[in-house]
């Protein structure tokens, strides 16, 4: 079956901008989790959505917001992007049964900010 | 606070043979574990995961783990290296709060010589 789907892959945007980035889970899954990931800090934790619903949340400020639609697709958005969002956006989809439930990461968007 | 720590930054290892990568973990309770390992450009890929049970856990690729719990230690593990397994690894453990957040260590680059 098709795996997580991420798009798009390579994205340059301008100090100050917005940008939405879109990951399509595994069918089936209706957990989505996002994560930055940068040379300096790692991987980190952003949020996770499940049914439409954000059920946890990371460090990180109000710029970065999520949401989930009915059919578990999900959108993470940063708005008035700064030179420090440059970075590896990953998504990764799970049944969403709690702690030990496996994720499965798509590939990335490489996330340029000039 | 839930940590993942991994102290070693780059190993080079020779083709054939053997490998450990460390990864310590801080966690108030059983901790859900798990080693992902991601190659240039891609995604995670699980490895391996513990829960409960058998401390010794087997993962795809021939990689096993090892958890110790009097040393807080998730040791990752494969007796013969190939050249195919260069590749960055991460250590991580369940957040604790509900849903599946994961907490990473900064990852360790694993090189294979010939």
């Known amino acids: 079956k098709a795996g997580v789907t991420q798009t798009p892959r390579y994205l340059i945007k301008t100090r100050g901008q917005q940008v939405t980035l879109s990951c399509s889970p595994i069918?089936?899954?209706?957990?989505v989790s996002w994560y930055q990931q940068t040379p300096g800090q790692g991987l980190q934790f952003l949020f996770e959505y499940f049914s439409e619903t954000q059920r946890n949340k990371g460090n990180f400020p109000g710029r970065f917001s999520g949401r989930q639609f009915s059919n578990s697709r999900s959108e993470m958005n940063v708005s008035t992007l700064e030179l420090g969002d440059s970075a590896l956006y990953l998504c990764?989809?799970?049944?969403?049964?709690?702690?030990?439930?496996?994720?499965?990461f798509g590939q990335g968007t490489r996330l340029t900010v000039v | 606070a839930q940590s993942v720590t991994q102290p070693d930054i780059h190993i080079t290892v020779s083709e054939g043979a053997s490998l450990e990568l460390r990864c310590n973990y801080s966690y108030g309770a059983t901790p859900y574990l798990f080693w992902y390992v991601q190659s240039p450009g891609q995604g995670l890929q699980l490895l391996l995961k513990?829960?409960?049970?058998?401390?010794l856990v087997q993962g795809i690729k021939g990689f096993e783990a090892e958890f110790k719990r009097s040393q807080s230690s998730f040791n990752l593990r494969k007796p013969s290296v190939h050249w195919s397994d260069a590749a960055e690894y991460f250590c991580?453990?369940?957040?604790?709060?509900?849903?599946?957040?994961?907490?990473f260590g900064k990852g360790t680059t694993l090189s294979v010589s010939s």
């Open positions: 069918s089936g899954h209706r957990s």
């Open positions: 991580a453990v369940g957040s604790g709060q509900a849903g599946t957040a994961l907490i």
């Open positions: 513990y829960f409960s049970g058998d401390t």
């Open positions: 990764a989809s799970s049944l969403g049964g709690g702690r030990g439930t496996e994720a499965f």
